[in-house]
């Protein structure tokens, strides 16, 4: 993926948030913007690939702020509120009729927890949103190989399953038990260190992946 | 007013939508983001003024993209919104029991006009809604210095009325309208030259100020 004109405004306003959730001092906060203007000036251009430069812009807070996770905290809630929706979650998946269903709404559950924003919940954000979102993924469901998926991983004998963020790593836990559930060995995989709201070994381990 | 980390978010999103509002070219919009990425690693800094600098990219997008007026279709949209809501202002105005009440009202007004931003109504926006906002203006206005103003301006032989921008220069009529009944010359002083959304001349005369 290649920059747009659009990814300006976005890394932009990233680059703001993290450096927030990084420290209060305002004046630092100045500072690290001033850097990070720097930085897009050099770095943003037509064949820059938008990943690297936000890796880039991440380091340079983190640098500049000397804090090494900026989003710790927001990880940390992200858990606590997925956690707190994952039963809800589970019961979906319990009341299926078929081993291949069960599988399905693994999926679906995964799907909908790396769409919802656990950091940004709300308190309109309720169970019942949940069930909500879980039935409109079942309808409006773009892209579906889950039966492919499912006939895959039965042939499987080892499946690395990559994880996104925190919070819906706990809704991954629910799809790592059908896909173990079906046999293959299940190694699952997160960041080395912190890179924004991405899941370490601690996320993993807050939401029971072992 | 100095510059603070939130400004330059805030700076590159107002630069990417006016981009867009300024050329439909992909290309020409990217190359646009990063002469204004430069613009900022060179101007953002503690002691910049965000409206001088503001300026200055509002300048490099029009002399990049060659368009002299971005936001003209967005004004003219603008004008034509609160044109339709400006009657049920009118009514407001008029249902006043005293001369001193009807330039109260026309005064919240104005404040109305320049809270609401006409370039963004959605449908959901509604003659309901301005009504609200004029109730809610009534008991929230936090700085009242309405009474003050209606004796200075009775005193007054001649007013300069300074214009913000296009839209809510349709709800500047009504207290113009009220402030030439107390006696006073005024002049309205729109824009000489676009300025992102500010009201022209164009604009004062398609809402009636003549």
Do not use: W
Not at 179 to 194: E, N, S
Request: charged content about 30%.
């Amino acid at each position: 993926m290649k920059v747009s004109a659009a990814c300006l405004p976005c890394m932009v306003h990233r680059a703001y948030k993290e450096t927030c959730y990084a420290t209060q001092d305002q004046a630092l906060r100045l500072k690290v913007m001033m850097e990070v203007a720097r930085l897009l000036a050099r770095e943003f251009k037509p064949d820059a690939v938008p990943a690297i430069v936000g890796t880039l812009r991440d380091r340079l807070i983190r640098e500049l702020t000397g804090n090494p996770d900026p989003y710790k905290a927001v990880k940390e809630a992200s858990n606590r509120a997925a956690l707190g929706l994952r039963p809800k979650a589970e019961e979906y998946i319990n009341s299926a009729s078929s081993g291949r269903e069960r599988f399905r709404r693994a999926c679906l559950c995964a799907a909908v927890g790396n769409a919802v924003e656990f950091d940004i919940l709300g308190h309109e954000f309720s169970l019942e949103r949940l069930s909500e979102l879980l039935a409109k993924a079942e309808r409006d469901v773009a892209i579906d190989d889950v039966d492919a998926f499912y006939e895959a991983a039965k042939k499987a004998r080892k499946i690395l399953y990559l994880t996104d963020n925190a919070g819906e790593v706990a809704f991954d836990v629910l799809l790592v038990r059908e896909l173990r559930a079906l046999g293959p060995r299940v190694v699952v995989a997160v960041k080395a260190r912190p890179c924004i709201n991405d899941a370490l070994m601690e996320d993993a381990l807050a939401v029971g992946m072992d």
